[in-house]
């Protein structure tokens, strides 16, 4: 009896491995990961650990990570690409947005609970963050905002983030891109020769104070190492009082 079966073809993608359209997924060789190896009382040292080894491999863009929120009542899940910009020393994980009319503005405003995911594939290795966010104040965006390039100050102010943009009929081929210039136009004439472009007060950051915070490490046969840092219940979030497990891969 054949031990591969070809997919039936009402299947576009049947276990693709890589480039190639089906196959023996790689295995994961290339470390191993034990509780002697993490940061006996506290992720955030380890998390900086592990950024750093990530940054060092010349991996691209390491800060890059899967933010996700829910809705509630409805539980609807949401997920999109985001750039960690901030890790303070009290753990916190910062990352900035519109939060005026995105999509994760709504879902915080319903449930601040959220999760991070950050896969650095050349070390096969991955972080999961999962806590309760909060805004940042002005005063702390403006520090980070400062450091974007004007452009991007600008579109800032000019993006209504997630909302959907219109076709001007009177411009040939227009799929709604003319309203979004349109209104960069406007911002740009706004702070007209300004540097000191003030962070709008529907934009900041968004600091994520983790309550639970896995480190996996890739294995062969996909018996991976897993350590949990868990908060211990009841803590405010601002101590550093965790348990540390493995867990099953």
Known sequence: MALYRRPSQAKLIFAPAGSSPHGQAEQF??????????????????????FSQAQASSI?????????????PSGRVSSRIVYLKELDAAGGFVVYSNFGT????????TNPHAALVFFWAPLQRQVRVEGVASRYSPGESQEYFDTRVRGSRIGAWASRQSQVLEPDGAVDGDDGRAQLEGWVADAEK????????????FWGGLRIVPTRVEFWQGRSCRLHDRFVYVREEGRDGEDDKWTLERLSP
């Open 29 to 50: 060789t290339k470390s191993t990961l034990s509780r002697r190896d993490l940061h006996p009382t506290t992720p955030t040292p380890q998390f900086n650990s592990w």
């Open 60 to 72: 691209p863009q390491p800060e890059a990570c899967t933010l996700s929120t829910a809705e509630l």
């Open 102 to 109: 995105s999509r994760k503005a709504a879902d915080l405003a």
């Open 190 to 201: 706004t702070f007209e020769g300004r540097e000191d472009i003030p962070v709008p007060d």
